[in-house]
């Protein structure tokens, strides 16, 4: 074999070495297919690929389209003059296509400190869904005292414009005495709107627990204990929460709902009830105000924030968390007796009914099931309800019935009870024979029996008779036996093949082996299950790094806020306001960038400053060194009110142009 020739870059010929082909190895100018494995594995990966993005896309379309909602809250509605709250803005089952516009207001300054993302993803009928809450942050200084109304934003989300609700923020002088919180007190109500009620007959009942805005709810009782004796109680449901105003306090309530069944006549009483939750109450009486932690952070000062309910909150205002008892007092109901002239059919069904009736198949042969499904739709003790009847089974063998209940409501008092009951006919026939069902209506106090049409139904020839019975007796001797005739043995079919799944014939011709026994379908399997938790990881990762900027920009903002109580405080040293008036100049210029040390002449340089603003700058840190070193009486003494509204005005001044 010659070696084949090729050339360097200076046109010389270099021999390059022959290439032998060796059996039982692949040629490199040969590609060998992929196993059938691998084959599937990559159509699966493409087909995934391909799918993603658009169904991304259509989810987020859907939920910026039809579920967004807006909402805008305050980190604390009351504040001292000079201090700083946090203003939010929360994008439910959506995003924003930008951060909203900061309102204008004047006595506020609206800083945008960033987003925090939130996801969790549910599987629903071997569907993903990912639900998704947005809240934008905004940092708000005050800078006067006084009743202030924040108006609404319009967010964009999806192409639609949303807006929020105003929100009120309450700016008092620094010296005002703090202001009682509302709703102080805890307490609960049993409201049951049905006062008088037959035996047996099921009515609602919700337990309202209400919690005054100084009580931080950490966890609900499981389940709520009603006492007393003659009725029955289903199963409380988990609480609905939310807000509410009682002789104009403002409550956070929860709600539970059941339904009550008197087992006895009588009046009974139904409570009380008691519920245990976990809560945190607030230490002392008076506005929650942000001493010594402005902004809050990212996540807020708020002790009502889950993030601080993890992680312990800020412990200066709230007692360790407790389990308090919550008491609804009972209510009396009158239970009736069942009206005189009670039908033979009825069952104990109270309420109000609707009742259909189809067959399935429409068309049989004599001795062939028919399943009869029976359509009870409406309001009442459902549980009590047994099947209707047949008003004739002369010449029909009938089944007992099965029940299937579907509820309207989250207590079971309305819905549909579907009933099934197989039946055979020994002839033929065109229908099958109504069916009757008595129930009793309790805003009439009266019976009434509901009765359907009769069935539809094609059923022709007549049943099979069995088989008769063939005796086991030997013969006599006198009883001549004819010959038995041998059976044929039936030839087995050559052209169906037996299905087969046991084990150890996965490998023979005639088996059957299921695809969840293949090692390519687990593996389909498993690159979405991957690509799913790889999507999830890159989520949480850059949620985590959006929220560490967020926090370090809040972090800085509380730092500016405790500085200019600072400096607005009549009692600091001449040494200490001058300290605290250099650092705010140095946060100020930096704008929330790490290089938040800088000196007088590179705060000059770097900003735009008019002459007098620059040398006011200047004149501070030359005052700060001099204080530093110098010592002496008169860094001690307070600062004069002159010469503390200048320094105030320059950094005032700094902080507008460093925006």
């Not at 021999?15 to 490199?28: E, T």
């Not at 967004?68 to 946090?86: I, K, N, R, Y």
């Not at 008003?391 to 579907?406: H, N, S």
């Not at 001797?477 to 041998?486: L, N, Q, R, S, V």
């Given at each position: 074999?010659?070696a084949?020739d090729?050339?360097d ?5 270099v021999?390059?070495?022959?290439f032998?082909s060796?059996p039982?190895?692949c040629?490199?100018r ?6 059938p ?6 159509v699966?990966?493409?087909i995934?690929?391909?799918?993603l ?12 389209d ?5 909402s805008?809250t305050l980190?604390?509605?009351?504040v001292?003059?000079?201090e700083?709250?946090q203003y939010r803005v929360?994008?439910d ?8 516009n900061?309102p ?12 925090q993302?939130?996801y ?7 569907r ?5 809450t ?14 202030f ?6 967010v ?7 807006r929020?609700l ?12 703090a202001a ?14 049905k006062?008088?009620?037959?035996i ?21 009782a ?14 409380f ?17 929860a ?14 009483s ?9 809560v945190q ?23 009502d ?8 909150g800020?412990?200066?205002r709230?007692?360790p968390?407790?389990?308090i ?8 109901v ?9 039908p ?15 067959a ?5 042969q004599?001795g ?16 009590r309800v ?24 989250d207590?079971?008092?309305s819905g549909?009870k ?9 002839g033929?026939?065109t ?12 805003a ?7 009765d ?8 022709a020839?007549n049943?099979?008779p069995p ?7 030997p013969?006599?001797a ?10 044929p043995?039936p ?6 093949l037996?299905?087969r ?11 059957f082996?299921?695809?969840?026994r293949?090692?390519?379908?687990w593996?389909a ?7 799913l938790?790889l ?8 949620a985590?790094?959006r929220n560490?900027?967020?926090r ?7 730092q500016?806020?405790e500085?200019q ?5 009549e ?7 001058y ?13 929330g960038?790490?290089?938040d040390?800088l ?7 770097t900003r ?5 603003t620059?040398?006011s700058?200047?004149?501070?840190f030359?005052?700060?060194d001099?204080?530093a070193?110098?010592?002496g ?6 600062v004069?009110?002159?010469e503390r ?10 902080g507008?142009?460093?925006r």
């Amino acid at each position: 074999m010659q070696a084949a020739d090729r050339r360097d870059n200076a046109g010389r010929r270099v021999a390059r070495r022959p290439f032998v082909s060796r059996p039982g190895r692949c040629s490199p100018r040969r590609k060998c297919p992929p196993p059938p494995a691998c084959r599937l594995l990559l159509v699966a990966c493409c087909i995934f690929l391909a799918l993603l993005p658009s169904s991304h896309a259509r989810a987020a379309q859907a939920q910026g389209d039809s579920d967004a909602t807006v909402s805008a809250t305050l980190l604390d509605p009351s504040v001292d003059a000079g201090e700083t709250t946090q203003y939010r803005v929360t994008v439910d089952n959506g995003n924003a296509d930008r951060p909203p516009n900061p309102p204008v207001v004047d006595g506020l300054t609206f800083t945008y400190l960033g987003p925090q993302q939130q996801y969790s993803f549910n599987a629903v009928n071997g569907r993903f869904t990912r639900h998704s809450t947005v809240t934008y942050n905004y940092s708000v200084q005050t800078t006067r005292s006084g009743h202030f109304t924040i108006p609404g934003l319009d967010v964009s989300v999806g192409g639609a414009t949303l807006r929020t609700l105003p929100v009120a923020l309450a700016v008092e002088d620094a010296g005002a005495p703090a202001a009682t919180p509302p709703g102080q007190t805890t307490t609960a109500e049993l409201l049951i709107l049905k006062k008088t009620a037959y035996i047996g007959e099921s009515f609602p009942a919700e337990l309202r627990t209400y919690f005054g805005l100084n009580v931080n709810i950490l966890a609900f009782a499981e389940e709520p204990i009603l006492s007393g004796e003659g009725f029955s109680v289903q199963k409380f449901t988990p609480p609905r929460q939310g807000q509410t105003v009682l002789e104009g306090v403002r409550y956070r309530a929860a709600v539970y709902r059941t339904a009550v069944t008197g087992v006895k006549t009588g009046t009974l009483s139904v409570g009380p009830v008691d519920t245990m939750p976990t809560v945190q109450l607030q230490t002392t009486p008076g506005r929650r105000r942000h001493r010594g932690n402005s902004n809050g952070g990212i996540f807020g000062d708020d002790d009502d924030s889950p993030f601080n309910q993890f992680f312990g909150g800020s412990g200066l205002r709230m007692q360790p968390p407790q389990q308090i008892k919550v008491t609804a007092p009972p209510v009396k109901v009158e239970i009736l007796p069942l009206p005189p002239g009670k039908p033979d059919g009825f069952s104990g069904g109270i309420g109000q009914f609707k009742l259909e009736a189809e067959a399935e198949p429409r068309r049989a042969q004599a001795g062939d099931p028919v399943t009869v499904r029976l359509i009870l739709t409406g309001q009442g003790n459902f549980p009590r309800v047994n099947a209707p009847v047949l008003t004739d089974d002369k010449g029909l063998r009938t089944y007992p019935a099965t029940a299937q209940f579907k509820a309207d409501d989250d207590v079971g008092l309305s819905g549909t009870k579907t009933f099934e009951q197989v039946i055979i006919a020994d002839g033929p026939r065109t229908s099958l024979p109504a069916y009757h069902f008595d129930y009793l209506d309790p805003a009439t106090g009266k019976y009434v029996a509901l009765d359907t049409a009769p069935i539809p139904v094609q059923i022709a020839g007549n049943a099979v008779p069995p088989p008769p019975a063939v005796s086991t007796a030997p013969a006599t001797a006198a009883t001549e036996t004819p010959a038995a005739t041998p059976t044929p043995t039936p030839r087995a079919a050559q052209d169906i093949l037996y299905i087969r799944n046991d084990p150890g014939r996965a490998e023979s011709r005639d088996a059957f082996l299921p695809i969840y026994r293949t090692r390519a379908f687990w593996l389909a399997q498993a690159v979405p299950l991957a690509a799913l938790l790889l999507a999830g990881a890159f989520l949480v990762a850059r949620a985590r790094a959006r929220n560490e900027s967020a926090r370090r920009q809040a972090a800085l903002q509380r730092q500016q806020g405790e500085l200019q109580r600072a400096l607005r405080r009549e009692t600091t040293s001449r040494r200490d306001f001058y300290t605290a008036a250099t650092r705010l100049a140095q946060l100020r210029a930096a704008g929330g960038r790490p290089d938040d040390r800088l000196s007088a002449a590179e705060i000059v340089r770097t900003r735009t400053l008019d002459p007098q603003t620059a040398s006011s700058v200047q004149d501070i840190f030359h005052r700060h060194d001099e204080l530093a070193y110098s010592g002496g009486k008169i860094a001690e003494e307070p600062v004069p009110a002159d010469e503390r509204r200048t320094v105030l005005a320059t950094l005032e001044t700094l902080g507008k142009n460093g925006r």
